[in-house]
């Protein structure tokens, strides 16, 4: 029981480095993408392909910044939560590419 | 099962891993957001195939949304996401009532965007755009109105947790469950990324 309390406590001292810092910076490069974002649509007169295209391109950026820092993807021993996911990122890009490209047209 | 963690009343770091229950539990948890993943894949898929079956005199996609309201909103989900990371580094840390703030926090931040969806739909309705008035319609309605769902239902999960430790307290039997109610918020968070992207930003341009 000792050595469990021990390992414990050396536990805490090793993640003491981890603190709000790298999640602040996450929420502020997420709010940059999406003031961004929403000013390219605002200001308008742009070509439609190109926004379009950097509107998809930040969304990704953003989506794996959060699940990379909030959702601790980036840590080590989350292989499984990672295949997971892209099982169903998988099928959903599957079902999207056969909505919009094969049924539709 | 839970004994032996409190040996010195002390959690252990990371108390939402400190079981296998524990460690199940988050696993399931990422198949289940597998899961809804394909659920708002086939809801996204479904709104870009129909989302210019306007028909004869029905509102346009740029014509209804209003870019600040869905700005403010995005922020608001945005910095409730923030605020529940803070509530578990709280926990990870064992300061019970910071976490216990922060969770009441998000939940703020939830109810304050469900009520700026409520006023944005019903603005909408006003407009001529209800749910049966067009493919383009129903399928906004759908995919929007699910993530807001998803929005009401976290409110309510995380308020019942928040009630819950302050009953039991934070141990390691409560901790994955504000870990798991964390994942599934940064979720709705994930989802809402795409919904402004998709949804609102490509309608704004057309």
């Known amino acids: 029981m000792a050595g469990t309390q021990h390992s414990a406590a050396e536990e805490n001292k090793r993640h003491k480095h981890e603190g709000p810092k790298k999640h602040i910076i996450a929420f502020i490069f997420s709010i940059l993408l999406t003031i961004i974002a929403f000013a390219m649509v605002a200001a308008g007169e742009i070509n439609t392909t190109f926004i379009y295209v950097m509107l998809v391109v930040m969304a990704l950026i953003q989506v794996f910044v959060q699940m990379g820092f909030w959702m601790h993807m980036k840590d080590r021993g989350h292989v499984f939560p990672i295949v997971g996911i892209l099982g169903g990122v998988f099928v959903v890009f599957t079902i999207v590419i056969m909505a919009e490209y094969w049924a539709w047209w | 099962m839970s004994g032996h963690a409190h040996v010195d009343g002390k959690l252990p770091h990371e108390p939402e891993k400190a079981t296998l229950e524990g460690r199940n539990k988050v696993l399931g948890f990422w198949l289940f957001l597998g899961g809804e993943t394909v659920l708002f894949g ?53 300061k019970v009532k910071s976490m216990l703030w922060w969770l009441v926090i998000t939940v703020i931040f939830g109810l304050a965007f469900l009520g700026l969806e409520i ?31 998803h929005v009401l239902f976290g409110v309510l999960w995380i308020s019942i947790l928040i009630a819950q430790v302050l009953k ?39």
């Not at chain 2, 918020?185 to 919904?195: A, L, Q, T």
């Open chain 2, 119 to 149: 006023y944005e739909f019903n603005n909408y309705v006003h407009e001529g755009h209800k749910f049966s008035t067009s493919a383009f319609s129903s399928s906004f309605y759908t995919l929007v109105g699910f993530h807001g769902a």
């Open chain 2, 42 to 94: 086939t809801l996204f898929s479904a709104f870009l195939a129909l989302r210019h079956q306007v028909g004869d005199g029905n509102p346009t996609a740029n014509e209804l949304f209003e870019l600040p309201t869905v700005a403010l909103a995005t922020f608001i989900l945005l910095t409730s996401s923030l605020t529940s990371v803070f509530a578990i580094q709280s926990m990870h840390t064992n």
């Open chain 2, 168 to 206: 039991k307290g934070l141990n390691v039997v409560t901790a994955p469950k504000i870990y798991v109610a964390g994942m599934y918020w940064h979720f709705i968070d994930v989802v809402w990324v795409f919904i402004f992207t998709v949804v609102y930003l490509m309608g704004k341009v057309g």
